[in-house]
C-alpha cells in the first residue's frame, strides 16, 4: 500500500493537481477581455508588468497591503496556515527524501524541530479561521458546506502527518491515512476553492495590470496596493 500511493497514486496526484490548474489558469485567462484592452494592454506593456508584479507581491508579504494592515489576527492565522500547507510539506525533510527515491531530484530542508512548530501554528490557525467562520455574523452567512469541507481537506494532512512523525511504535496507519488525505487535498486543488493557489496569481496580476496601465500605477484605493 506505501509503495503504491508514494509511487503510482502519487503520480496521478501531482499530474490531476498541476494539469487541473493549469486549466484553471488557462480557463481564466481565455475569460478576459483582452480584445477590449488591447490597446491599453499593447501600449503600456512595463507598466502592465510592474502592476502585476507589485500587486501580487503585496498581497504575498504579511501586512503589505492595508487590507492585511486592517485586520491584523486573521492576517496572521491566515499566513501561518498557509506557511503550514505550502511551506512546510514542500521543505519536510521527509517529503524530500519520498521525492529523491522516486523521482531523483531533492532539494535543501528545514529542521524537523522548526515543521512541528509550524505545524501546529498552522493547526491553530486553521482552528481559529474555522471558529471565526461561526462567531462573526458576516462571515458565518457566507459560509457553506464546501467551505468547511475544504478546511476539513486542508486540516487532515497537517494533523494526521503530525501524529504520524511522533506516534511512538507501529505508526503505519497514521502514516497512510497522511499519505492519502494529502493526496486528496492535491486533487481537490483544482476543483475546489483550493484552486485560489492559482487563480490568486492570476487574479492579482489582473488587477494590478488594470491599475498600472489605465490608473497610471497611482496608488489606489488600498484594495490593490
Not at 490557525?125 to 462567531?135: K, N, S, V
Not at 512523525?165 to 497512510?176: I, R, V
Not at 483550493?194 to 484594495?223: E, M, N, P, W, Y
Request: net charge positive; proline share 4%.
Amino acid at each position: 500500500m506505501y509503495a503504491f500511493l508514494t509511487g503510482p497514486m502519487l503520480w496521478l496526484s501531482f499530474a490531476i493537481c498541476i494539469l487541473g490548474c493549469a486549466w484553471r489558469a488557462y480557463m481564466y485567462v481565455k475569460g478576459l477581455s483582452w480584445q477590449l484592452d488591447r490597446v491599453a494592454y499593447g501600449h503600456n506593456t512595463d507598466l502592465a508588468v510592474k502592476g502585476a508584479l507589485k500587486s501580487i507581491f503585496h498581497w504575498l508579504i504579511p501586512f503589505a497591503s492595508c487590507s492585511w494592515r486592517a485586520k491584523p489576527v486573521f492576517a496572521t492565522a491566515f499566513f501561518l496556515l498557509h506557511i503550514g500547507l505550502v511551506i512546510v510539506p514542500i521543505f519536510l525533510y521527509a517529503h524530500v527524501m519520498i521525492v529523491a527515491e522516486r523521482f531523483g531530484v531533492s532539494w535543501p530542508t528545514m529542521p524537523d524541530g522548526l515543521a512541528d512548530i509550524l505545524t501546529i501554528l498552522a493547526i491553530l490557525a486553521g482552528l481559529f479561521i474555522l471558529l471565526r467562520r461561526f462567531g462573526l455574523s458576516e462571515v458565518r452567512i457566507i459560509t457553506t458546506r464546501q467551505d468547511l469541507g475544504i478546511m476539513a481537506i486542508s486540516l487532515a494532512p497537517l494533523v494526521t502527518g503530525f501524529v504520524a512523525a511522533h506516534q511512538s511504535g507501529d505508526g503505519n496507519g497514521w502514516l497512510l491515512a497522511h499519505i492519502i488525505t494529502g493526496e486528496i487535498w492535491l486533487i481537490a486543488v483544482p476543483f475546489t476553492k483550493l484552486s485560489h493557489a492559482v487563480l490568486f496569481f492570476c487574479s492579482r496580476a489582473q488587477i494590478g495590470i488594470d491599475f498600472g496601465t489605465k490608473r497610471g500605477g497611482q496608488r489606489g484605493s488600498g484594495i490593490v496596493w
